[in-house]
Structure formats: C-alpha cells, structure tokens
C-alpha cells in the first residue's frame, strides 16, 4: 500500500497517516502536542453526530473525529491540491472512506469563482 506510514497511539487509539513526506511527517508525529485543545473539543462532540472539518489539510482531525466516536460523519474541506492526496491516502489508511467524506472546495459566505491564494505548497 503506502510505503510511509506513522502510526499515532493517542490515548488508546491508533491512527495511521502517511508520512511520505516531511511536513505531513511533522504533522503526524506532532499530532498530540500541536493543538491538544482541539483534539479535547472533538473528544466532546457526540456519536451520531457530523463534523464539518473546514480546512481539514492532510486530515488529522477528520481521522481522529471518525475513529473517536461511533457514527460520526465527517466532512473534511480542503481545497489545496497539494493537500488533497494525503488526505486521501490517510482517510485510506484508516478505512475511513465510509465515514469521512473529503469535500475539495473552498467554503465562503458567497458562491462565487474567485481566486485561492496559498502561502505554500503544504
């Protein structure tokens, strides 16, 4: 399957992502530490429940949403290309592909063609 794969045990659960890369590496191996707030907000979100993931970049919050918590239905937006295919691949790797669906778009308050500005690549 993937050649680069982290696997993250936080509290109990694991999850995998690729790692094929090193940003989406760092992003792996510092997914307890970088925003531990949000991870203890999705921990009280209910089952049954949706998750609209908005800017959900390589998906670690989409993942561990959809494997914390039983029926929950995620919706992951992110519009960067660059972005798009580990998200895929972690979704992938986490047989979440049931659960998580990946919405390649941009949200704004208007529907409209506009132009995305990206500061980098990943």
């Known amino acids: 399957m993937y050649k680069k794969v982290l696997v993250v045990d936080h509290k109990g659960l ?5 790692s094929a890369e090193a940003i ?16 203890e907000w999705i921990e009280t979100f209910e089952s049954n429940s949706v ?14 949403a959809a494997k914390r918590h039983e029926n929950m239905r995620v919706y992951a937006f992110e519009p960067s290309v660059f972005n798009l295919e580990f998200l895929a691949r972690n979704i992938n790797l986490n ?10 778009v941009p949200l704004s308050s208007e529907t409209r063609i506009g132009t995305m500005n990206m500061s980098n690549i990943i």
């Open 14 to 18: 694991k999850l995998r992502f690729s």
């Open 51 to 64: 998750f609209w993931d908005i800017g959900a970049n390589i998906g670690l919050y989409s993942v561990y």
């Open 24 to 39: 989406p590496a760092w992003r792996g191996q510092s997914f307890s530490t970088k925003e531990p707030e949000t991870l």
């Open 95 to 104: 047989e979440l592909q049931e659960t998580v669906t990946l919405v390649p």
